[in-house]
């Protein structure tokens, strides 16, 4: 499968020197974009290797993780059950807590099931009591953890950077469990560095998540986490990156979304203009999808 690898045209960047490109994972597939591809390959396999007939798993409501597993259950043949962060956004009247928005609907479409729990019960999403109270009535499920980041999310992960044809020095995601940059980790040479963009305020625990996943410390010089640019926190933005993202936009014709890969591409930006990447250095941006997470005015 050939990914397009796309150079980024920008006078400031033409002027540092650094060459900077956006691996579009994006195109992967028209549901189950970006890096959620590679997150759920082997799971998939593994859940049809155990003869399960539902994925059964966690997210936000803007998951990108949710629409994901939701479009593969439709076209792989999986019932699936989301469990979705905050009760208020089960109620479709805007006065009584919030409309679902196009994430929600989409996995709704794609026929999952949700199951809204509150802040509180979701912070306890891996406690055993919950998920027996959930799944007392199933009997043949497979279970996805949060942001589909587990050991063979990990190894699909790992595969990514196989599709960048080109020499290159730095390679740049944005994280929200840390599955990604784990995989796309294990995969670089000792002359390659990875840099992960926070989304979620006070992200700095995510270097142990990752370092878990990996099962051993994170060098400096391997990888590092970025948590200057979450712009409030998950799911958050201001008119700063809305506006970043729109001038992206028109001078590079790739669409990016707030949530994700907008907040990255802002922070590669800043990194840039702070000479923070030395001169003539080759930056590999990736693209993770999730554009049904795009706001309407962008």
């Excluded at 007939?53 to 994901?68: C, E, K, P, R, V």
């Excluded at 020499?167 to 994280?175: E, M, N």
């Excluded at 840390?178 to 995510?206: E, P």
């Amino acid at each position: 499968m050939e990914i397009p690898l796309q150079k980024i045209s920008n006078p400031a960047i033409e002027k540092s020197g650094i060459n900077l490109f956006i691996l579009r994972l994006d195109k992967i597939h028209p549901t189950i974009s970006g890096n959620k591809w590679y997150k759920l390959k082997y799971n998939l396999e593994e859940a049809k290797r155990q003869k399960k007939d539902t994925l059964l798993t966690f997210g936000g409501a803007y998951s990108n993780h949710i629409t994901a597993t939701a479009a593969a259950g439709k076209e792989f043949g999986f019932k699936t059950i989301g469990i979705i962060r905050g009760d208020e956004l089960a109620s479709p009247n805007p006065s009584e807590g919030g409309e679902k928005n196009q994430t929600l609907k989409f996995a709704e479409d794609c026929g999952m099931k949700l199951i809204f729990v509150s802040r509180e019960e979701y912070k306890n999403k891996n406690s055993s009591e919950l998920i027996h109270s959930i799944t007392s009535s199933l009997t043949n499920f497979y279970l996805l953890p949060e942001g589909g980041t587990n050991s063979l999310a990990v190894k699909g992960c790992s595969e990514i950077i196989s599709h960048v044809n080109i020499p290159f020095d730095f390679v740049c995601c944005p994280i929200g469990t840390g599955g990604t940059i784990a995989g796309v980790i294990s995969s670089l040479r000792k002359d390659q560095k990875a840099i992960g963009f926070s989304v979620l305020k006070d992200g700095g625990f995510l270097k142990n998540e990752i370092e878990k996943l990996l099962t051993s410390p994170l060098p400096p010089s391997k990888g590092e986490i970025n948590t200057s640019y979450h712009f409030g926190g998950y799911a958050k933005h201001t008119p700063e990156l809305l506006k970043f993202i729109s001038d992206f936009e028109k001078e590079n014709n790739i669409p990016l979304e707030q949530v994700y890969t907008g907040k990255m591409m802002f922070g590669i930006y800043d990194l840039i203009k702070k000479n923070y990447f030395p001169k003539n250095s080759t930056v590999i941006a990736i693209h993770t999808g999730g554009l049904q997470g795009k706001l309407p005015q962008l």
